[in-house]
């Protein structure tokens, strides 16, 4: 008995092959069975049609720019849903990402809902290629665009706001020439926006978070690192209009205050799950106790920096958020106590992840309580560094505690060293990396 070609082509003495029996549907429908990449790579080496519904099937691509290959790819890729432009010391190319390449994006990848623009300068390179050939090339484009902006600019913004109607996630962080004007435009065109990043954008104001309230009502993840002109004023637009916020970055926005993260506590009280507020030196213990009676689903606190935040405001925000909370950061925080600090430890029994480094006041007798329970801790991230006065004994108290120990950071301390370590009678979890003089990296869930 004849059998049909898997590859899309009878063989000798069959009447049918699969592309005369199979529709496109029913074709589309085994693709998205398939779930290995090299495999669905494979689907469209079979012949042309294959190839062809491989490509319009493809939902995520990470390219490198340049408006000719766009054009290709948006030809190509029709339904494409996720497009990764990212650029990174390991991750980058040249020219980079231009204005020119947004607008061929917005015209031609109109299903798009995910953009990555992260660390996207578009700046020109400051040394020369190595080869003749890539060295023409640049002298070509430098000529070309010296008189120019080359880097990512509001008109960039523009075209997206109005090309991607469809687009949830929009990463800008690091593309340091956008204003207030091209994220607006965004914000106007894009309003099923999810998702939105732009750490490091210092000309971003208070006239975005506006923006965003008015247009994207469904915003769920805001990031706004390093961008140090937005105040209070902007966090209250935010608050207005936005309820549905559950992870919200503004470490190092050091214009915000307890006014502006007040409101945003009360206005995101069943929804927010994040809040990085890393070296806001205005924040004190309004915001903290705002936090301790609206969010009661918080799970990372980031306060570090925060200076003025008291221990008995601690205490009230381990006692509200005990249950729900994995990651506290609070390096710097010079009013926490021991008191405060056996009370986080006791209440956050689901805590993962503590930095207390620098708060020189601590001691040992903060893990007194610790001791003395039976149920062990949940934490697999611990920094204590420079924190002069905690000694091996501290440490051995938690390290009883702490069977999923994963990272412990206790450099400058002066008390804890490598031998007294060894020398003493416990033993740390095996895959407990312990981090003496920085030669360890550290984890990213406190950044």
Known sequence: MASNSIHGHAVSGSELCINDVLRDDELRSILSRVESEKDKETFGLVCKRWLRLQSTERKKLAARAGPHMLRKMADRFTRLHELDLAQSVSRSFFPGVTDSDLAVIANGFTCLKILNLHNCKGERSRSRPPTPRLRELWIRWYLQNSLGCSRITDAGMKAIGEGLTLLQSLDVSYCRKLTDKGLSAVAKGCSDLRMLHMAGCRFVTDGVLEALSKNCRSLEELGLQGCTSITDNGLIYLASGCHRIRFLDINKCSNVSDVGVSSICRAFSSSLKTLKLLDCYKIGDETIL?????????????????????????????????????NLRMDWCLNISDSSLSCVLS?????????????????????????????????????????????????????????????????????????????????????????????????????
């Open 290 to 326: 705002s936090l301790a009676e609206c969010c009661g689903n918080l799970e990372t606190l980031i306060i570090g920096g925060c200076r003025d935040v008291s221990s008995e405001a601690i205490k009230s925000l381990a006692t509200a958020c005990g249950s729900s909370l994995k």
């Open 347 to 447: 209440q956050c029994r689901n805590l993962e992840a503590l930095d207390i480094g620098c708060c020189e006041e601590l001691t040992d007798a903060s893990f007194q309580f610790v001791s003395s329970e039976e149920s062990a801790l949940s934490l697999k991230i611990l920094k204590v560094s420079n924190c002069p006065k905690i000694t091996v004994t501290g440490i051995g108290i938690i390290v009883g505690k702490c069977s999923s120990l994963q990272y412990l950071d206790v450099r400058s301390c002066p008390y804890i060293t490598k031998a007294g370590l060894d020398g003493a009678d416990f033993h740390f979890p095996e895959s407990c990396k312990v981090n003496f003089n920085g030669s360890i990296s550290e984890p990213v869930v406190l950044l």
